[in-house]
């Protein structure tokens, strides 16, 4: 038995189901594991925190890119306070947009590695939405 960070034992993982989870941490390849070894709880455990941290992703870019298209060119139109908004709009895209872009990096790194090393690991706050999609680590309910 492997004792996790949580502290409770998880039966050992197979090693090539700690690749093919390592590997659906990567850019939209989480289907890899959900195809590929889809009665693997480690390989989906890891496969759906991957899809919710990805989706986390696309939605926060969504809604920054709004954000741009609102404050940057309807509003930057308005005659004396549009370089307020556009300024605003800047920001928001630019240093929100890096990061946000730098935490998906950090956590599909980290993510990566602790699937790779056979653990189970839980993304902060996003882990809970995966949690709804797939299946608990093992000693948890």
Not at 75 to 82: D, E, L, P, T, Y
Not at 103 to 120: E, H, N, P, S, W
Request: glycine residues 8%; hydrophobic residues 60%.
């Amino acid at each position: 038995m492997i004792a996790n960070e949580c502290g409770t034992d998880t039966p050992p993982v197979h090693r090539s189901n700690t690749v093919l989870a390592a590997i659906g941490y990567l850019p939209v390849l989480f289907v890899l594991p959900l195809l590929m070894a889809r009665d693997d709880r480690f390989c989906r455990f890891h496969a759906y925190q991957s899809l919710v941290l990805f989706a986390a992703l696309v939605l926060f870019w969504i809604v920054v890119w709004m954000v741009d298209i609102i404050f940057g060119r309807v509003m930057g139109s308005v005659f004396v306070i549009g370089f307020l908004f556009r300024a605003i709009a800047w920001l928001v895209h630019n240093l929100v947009g890096a990061v946000l872009s730098l935490g998906y990096f950090v956590a599909m790194i980290v993510g990566l590695i602790q699937a790779a090393l056979g653990r189970y690991w839980r993304i902060p706050v996003l882990g809970a939405y995966a949690e709804r999609l797939g299946p608990l680590p093992p000693g948890q309910s």
